[in-house]
């Protein structure tokens, strides 16, 4: 290159090479600047809460411990609630009539602990009814940071690997773009002025400018939110918001991470050390879902009893995910036949892993997967009854409601761990408490690491005790939603997949065939005798888990009767509010939509999909509102290549139609037009598919 004849070329190359790096300095800064904003909203937020918990707390509570401070002073000045008091000063306290030195340095002391107390205990809560400036904030920078974080990351990596010497090549090729300088310039570093040069033009056609040029695209063509479509976004992805404000929690230190229920130090070093490889993933994991797959991953053979609703199986399909990025091929999930499907749809919906259902010894679907690899899904009744090759090994078994095989005598508890001998790998899962189980729970610890089974076979008289829990630590981990969960109450939904029986697929096609829309929509309970609904089963089941979790449940259903007696409704619910855990509530559910207020629920299941989304909206907030403690996990049982997945389809497509239609006002004789066109396209495309050979084959195999 001849510097004098191509000053003007190198100029150019400076000021674009400079241009770049300062570009990507700033798309690096983005991670940095969405925190500050989250931090600044998350700190407001907190003010508000404290605020809206103090003013609740009458100005009484300084006398919770019997001291007898003088209250009636103090209203009498007009101070009502914590708020008030809290924000008075001891001098200002004792110039309150009736009220001496030392009462007012006590009054001011202890007001100051209860405050203190209060704000421990915090939790940062985003609600749609509360679209406050700060709220709307901190998801802008939520949704801004999920956008970017591609972005973000590769700009992180060219900058902290070009950005040196990029600054040092600019430097020493400066002079070779000037004319005075240059003149005065040894030779050597003339010399050098021009190799820089040349270094700087190689960067800018070769890999850097290539990488650069992606991620200022890839920055660039983000959707930038607005306030309104947030809110909107928020209520459709929520889960995904609540992942990222988990990090930026995690990041500013605002919450207690309870991620490691209680494991040893050492032992969480070295899981946090585990590298994850999630590009296959279609989701967000929570920070407690990651640290549960790279223990999973690190661990090898582990039992995770994970409360329900925590994303057991996300974590699993992640740690599945991870290890395929490293090579693996081969997976296979042994299920409760009831959740078969519910197995197969969360695969394909969380990651791109072929899947591959095996039911009873279907040996043309075992071939299939031993061709094609990816996930097999079957049943602890059909993996005895399919014949694997004798040399055959894969990557990783995982079993879902593990405590299934705690019979050790069992078929199927034999035929399981018969399959354990093919693999390296093993994940059992239980939402289901073990820690008052203790034999239950040492049996299949032995099936995992009997060194540690007989270790804790001889605490077990100690299960309680947290050296019980330390000697578990390596195979078994469990979090609750209170652990783990920093923003109360959350909402969790569920589709529940049932596969029907042939009882059920006769009294279904009856119905199309008669053109019943009513009759397609009570599908799988319409069967006579309940032992052949595929949702009754999966219903009693769901009922089974929150018994053992310690919740109530509310079960909804459009076909129900509306609850008799209305004059006794609020005795109804007063009595499910005082009833043990595991009661169970059946509401119709246009009655479970009005006028109730069921907090006492923390479970509620849907028999069918509503076709009125605010219908089944109104029923979710009878227990999930203001005065719920905990989480409240909402199922849909859904029954397979039905009509329950047609009108999910369509609400899925149709949601904000039907939104639009949500109120009982003068919309309402449009949204009758929209229900029964809705009603009269399904009973159509069901009617066609009935005809179809694809039915026809449905309908045999049956």
Not at 481 to 494: C, F, N, Q
Request: charged share 25%; aromatic share 6%; net charge neutral.
């Amino acid at each position: 290159m001849a510097v004098k004849r191509d000053r003007q070329q190198i100029r150019d190359i400076l000021d674009l090479i400079t241009g770049f790096d300062e570009t990507i300095a700033d798309i690096a800064s983005q991670e940095q600047l969405q925190q500050d904003a989250a931090a600044e909203a998350m700190k407001a937020l907190s003010e508000k809460a404290l605020g809206d918990i103090l003013r609740g707390m009458d100005v009484e509570n300084i006398n919770r411990d019997r001291l007898g401070l003088r209250v009636a002073s103090l209203r009498a000045a007009g101070i009502e609630n914590m708020e008030q008091l809290c924000a008075l000063s001891a001098d200002q306290i004792n110039e309150i009539k009736g009220i001496g030195d030392e009462a007012s340095w006590l009054i001011y002391t202890i007001a100051g602990r209860i405050k203190r107390e209060t704000e421990t205990g915090l939790k940062i809560r985003v609600s749609l009814d509360d679209r406050s400036g700060a709220a709307t904030t901190l998801l802008l920078s939520a949704k801004t940071a999920r956008e970017t974080a591609d972005a973000v990351r590769q700009a992180k990596a060219i900058y902290n690997e070009y950005h040196e010497s990029v600054l040092a090549a600019c430097l020493a090729a400066k002079p070779a773009a000037g004319i005075v300088r240059w003149v005065f310039l040894p030779a050597q570093k003339k010399k050098e002025a021009v190799d820089a040069a040349l270094y700087l033009y190689g960067l800018l056609t070769g890999d850097f400018g290539e990488r650069v040029k992606a991620t200022i695209d890839a920055y660039d063509s983000r959707r930038i939110p607005d306030a309104d479509g947030v809110w909107e976004d928020f209520r459709k992805n929520n889960a995904a918001y609540y992942a990222q404000l988990d990090r930026f929690g995690q990041a500013l230190s605002t919450r207690i991470d309870n991620s490691y229920s209680g494991l040893p130090e050492e032992l969480v070093r070295q899981v946090e050390m585990e590298p994850l490889y999630l590009d296959g993933l279609r989701t967000s994991l929570r920070v407690y879902q990651e640290f549960g797959t790279r223990y999973i991953l690190r661990q090898g053979k582990v039992l995770l009893g994970d409360e329900m609703g925590l994303g057991k199986t996300v974590q699993a399909i992640a740690a599945m995910v991870s290890l395929k990025a490293l090579g693996a091929t081969h997976f296979m999930v042994v299920c409760p036949a009831s959740v078969l499907v519910n197995w197969t749809r969360e695969i394909t919906k969380f990651s791109a892993l072929a899947v591959t259902p095996i039911r009873g010894g279907d040996q043309k679907a075992l071939t299939r997967w031993l061709e094609k690899g990816g996930a097999a899904v079957t049943t602890y009744e059909s993996i005895s009854r399919f014949a694997l090759p004798e040399a055959f090994r894969f990557d990783m078994l995982i079993v879902d409601e593990a405590h299934y095989v705690k019979n050790p005598a069992a078929r199927r508890t034999q035929a399981l761990l018969a399959l354990r001998k093919r693999v390296e790998r093993v994940l059992f899962m239980t939402g289901t408490p073990l820690e008052n189980r203790v034999d239950e729970m040492c049996f299949l610890v032995s099936c995992l690491r009997p060194d540690i089974a007989g270790q804790v076979q001889k605490m077990k008289y100690i299960s309680s005790a947290p050296q019980f829990r330390e000697k578990l630590a390596p195979v078994y981990l469990r979090r609750t939603r209170e652990d783990v969960l920093s923003e109360l109450p959350e909402l969790i939904e569920k589709e529940q997949w049932c596969e029907m029986g042939p009882a059920e697929w006769t009294a279904y096609m009856l119905a199309v065939a008669a053109q019943n829309f009513m009759a397609m929509r009570q599908v799988s309970w319409d069967v006579g005798n309940l032992k052949h609904s595929s949702k009754a089963k999966r219903l009693l089941e769901l009922c089974d888990e929150a018994r053992e979790d310690g919740r109530k449940v509310i079960v909804f259903s459009y076909f129900r009767d509306t609850i008799r007696a209305p004059q006794r409704r609020q005795e109804i619910v007063d009595a499910f509010a005082e009833a043990e855990d595991g009661a169970v509530l059946i509401c119709q559910v246009q009655a479970g939509g009005t006028g109730l207020n069921i907090q006492a629920a923390s479970v509620i299941i849907f028999c069918e999909p509503q076709i009125k989304p605010s219908i089944e909206n109104q029923a979710v907030s009878r227990a999930y509102r203001m005065g719920q403690l905990r989480s409240v996990v909402v199922h849909r049982l859904l029954c397979d290549n039905t009509v329950d997945e047609r009108i999910m389809e369509i609400l899925r497509e149709k949601q904000d139609v039907f939104d639009a239609f949500a109120e009982e006002s003068t919309a309402g004789g449009e949204y009758i037009k929209a229900e029964q066109s809705m009603s009269a396209a399904i009973l159509q495309m069901e009617k066609e598919r009935l005809n179809s050979g694809e039915l026809a084959a449905l309908a045999e195999k049956s």
